[in-house]
């Protein structure tokens, strides 16, 4: 069953993989697309961030961490007035906490 997150970000789409990844001091931000339909693309900005787990050990190789990244699970739960993302892909881990993200067909400016 989908989480929160997933239902609101893959729109239905299938199965999505990370094009795009910036960590920013107070914002982490995604492009995230379906594989099958790559031009579908939606960034996704998380807002008053923190970064609080990352585990990079999934990886054998550098050439892993080449981006996309297929997302395996992206789950999420309410911690107080923010929330806690942790996302699983098939090169990492990370959990961060977070506004609830805006999204948009177009990276803003």
């Known amino acids: 069953m989908p989480s929160e997150i997933e239902t609101y970000l893959y729109r239905g789409l299938g199965v ?3 094009y ?3 960590f920013q001091e107070s914002s982490i931000e995604l492009m995230i697309a379906p594989f099958e339909e790559e031009s579908n693309k939606l960034f996704v900005e998380f807002q008053n ?4 787990y ?3 050990s999934y990886s054998d190789s550098d050439d892993d961490w080449e981006l996309p990244w297929d997302i395996i699970a992206f789950d999420c ?3 107080g007035k923010q929330w806690e993302f942790i ?3 098939d090169v990492m881990e990370f ?3 977070a506004d609830w993200p805006t999204v948009s067909p177009k ?3």
């Open 107 to 109: 990276k803003h400016a």
């Open 87 to 89: 996302l699983h892909s």
């Open 95 to 97: 959990t961060f906490i």
């Open 20 to 22: 795009i990844a910036t």
């Open 54 to 56: 990352i585990d990079g």
């Open 16 to 18: 999505h993989g990370v």
């Open 49 to 52: 961030s923190r970064l609080v």
């Open 77 to 79: 739960r309410q911690s």
